[in-house]
């Protein structure tokens, strides 16, 4: 096998070529740095590459598999870290300018700090919007990043680096960040799997302004690779106190079972709720319709909630207007002027705004809750649009005047907590990606992956690269 075939394979598959000794950490480690370099250019998927402690950890990763003696699960897969979550050694600069590189930089957040226990290879840093604040991915810091299927369309955000370096070969796996979408919107974008977990599942440290909607999620390929980890970075870290306990088992041993005799509630448009694209909704019925045949009990009804976007601004703005309250107006005028914007709206607000939007909040996860008394699953498209116009915040033309007016589906479970992701089941006339989205009760991680493993294993879902400006030897 060649080094540029390296950069097609899972995570799984690595680890158990590694085992077999068929390939090395080391090989898989030059043919992704090769790959990311290559991307670049054209998709801008990282803030900054790692390519002498990639080799380093690969090297010593190498010498440990021959001796039989793997650190952990991941050993030696090459993985990315999006520049929200501290990297031990290395700058995280938020996507803004108004942070400073200098400073010692001697802590891991506490998912880098589980994947650097179990051997990881950290090839680099991805690209985010400014302190992650929108569903699209560029910013005053490092500029603007593209779609691997088209380089003129956005990957979405915020964690559009992440999801492009996945599709594009650029590491199997990825750490994204979600507060109101922002792993689910670039993985359906860029046509990989993205899942944001119960809130707690993965530790999170420092805590996020953005409060207890902003969770930690996994990036992959597929849901095997997702599945894998979680199971890594899905462990308490006494850093986070709201935090939850250790798992019961591992998740990559429960994604067998397929989905008969589940309970599925397709809306395809939360009751009329959100105008979906055609290509987009025909997609997402086509893989409801295979969920069925599948043995899946499946039920076109609507979760019983209005559009809760109003309590979400309330609670998006407000974090964002605490995360640069210390700025003063030199350091504000460095700060991308939609987020600018934002933060003065959230500023506004009061106390007893935020507590009337927590009520909002608290009344959704009652209604969800009781939603999941009857359905196991939710399914929705992930978002009703594919990828629009690179290095704009809402599609061109349209009525949307903030990144929440095209993501309807995907904020309102960020207020719930629950575990939502997104699948990816086919591409519109462009060849654009789609995804569909599998939502279920808090702490029923396990039921998620499950079925988007399913999806996968039936061949519903794509896990094949983006092949976008990629030139592979000999062909």
């Not at 390296?6 to 077999?20: I, M």
């Not at 680096?161 to 979600?178: E, H, I, K, M, R």
């Not at 569909?436 to 079925?451: F, G, K, S, T, Y």
Request: net charge neutral; charged share 20%.
């Amino acid at each position: 096998m060649t080094d540029p075939d390296l950069t097609e394979l899972t995570a799984v598959r690595l680890v158990e070529g590694y085992r077999k000794g068929e390939f090395t950490p080391e090989e898989a480690t030059r043919a992704a740095l090769e790959r990311a370099e290559q991307i670049q250019p054209d998709v801008n998927a990282f803030v900054r590459l790692l390519p002498e402690e990639a080799l380093a950890g690969a090297r010593a990763s190498t010498e440990r598999w021959r001796r039989g003696e793997p650190l952990g699960l991941v050993d030696g897969v090459p993985a990315t870290v999006k520049d929200i979550l501290l990297l031990r050694g290395t700058p995280t600069l938020k996507g803004s300018r108004t942070i400073s590189e200098n400073g010692r930089w001697e802590e891991d957040a506490p998912s880098a700090a589980r994947l650097r226990e179990h051997g990881a290879v950290f090839l680099g840093k991805t690209t985010t919007p400014e302190f992650g604040w929108k569903g699209v991915t560029d910013s005053p810091l490092s500029g603007v990043t593209r779609n691997p299927h088209d380089f003129s369309r956005t990957s979405g955000g915020s964690s559009g680096g992440a999801a492009a370096a996945v599709a594009l070969g650029a590491g199997p796996l990825a750490l994204g960040t979600d507060g109101g979408g922002s792993v689910r919107i670039p993985a359906a974008f860029c046509g990989v799997f993205g899942l944001k977990p119960t809130y707690g599942r993965v530790p999170l440290y420092p805590a996020s302004a953005f409060g207890t909607l902003a969770h930690v999620g996994p990036m992959a390929r597929d849901a095997a690779d997702a599945a894998l980890l979680l199971d890594v970075i899905g462990a308490p870290d006494s850093r986070d106190w709201s935090g939850l306990p250790a798992a019961p088992g591992s998740f990559s041993a429960r994604l067998t079972g397929g989905v008969k005799g589940l309970r599925v509630a397709y809306s395809p448009s939360l009751g009329g709720q959100v105008a979906v694209r055609p290509a987009v909704a025909a997609a997402v019925r086509r893989a409801v319709e295979r969920l069925a045949g599948l043995g899946a009990y499946v039920e076109e009804t609507d979760p019983d909630f209005a559009d809760p976007v109003e309590a979400f601004h309330t609670l998006w703005f407000s974090g964002a207007a605490r995360v640069t309250q210390q700025l003063g107006p030199h350091q504000r005028g460095l700060l991308d002027p939609g987020l600018r914007e934002i933060c003065a709206a959230g500023a506004r607000r009061s106390a007893l705004d935020y507590l009337a939007a927590v009520d909002v909040r608290m009344e959704l996860g009652r209604r969800m809750g009781r939603f999941h008394d009857t359905f196991d699953l939710l399914v929705t498209p992930t978002l009703p649009i594919t990828a629009f116009e690179a290095g704009e915040e809402v599609p061109k033309g349209g009525r949307h005047r903030r990144w929440t007016g095209w993501t309807p589906f995907t904020y309102p479970f960020n207020m719930t907590q629950q575990p939502a992701a997104s699948v990816p089941v086919g591409t519109d006339e462009d060849g654009l990606p789609i995804g569909l989205q599998l939502v279920a009760a808090r702490h029923r991680d396990e039921l998620v992956l499950r079925a988007a493993h399913t999806l996968y294993e039936a061949g519903i879902a794509s896990s094949g690269l983006a092949r976008t400006g990629i030139t592979r030897a000999g062909r």
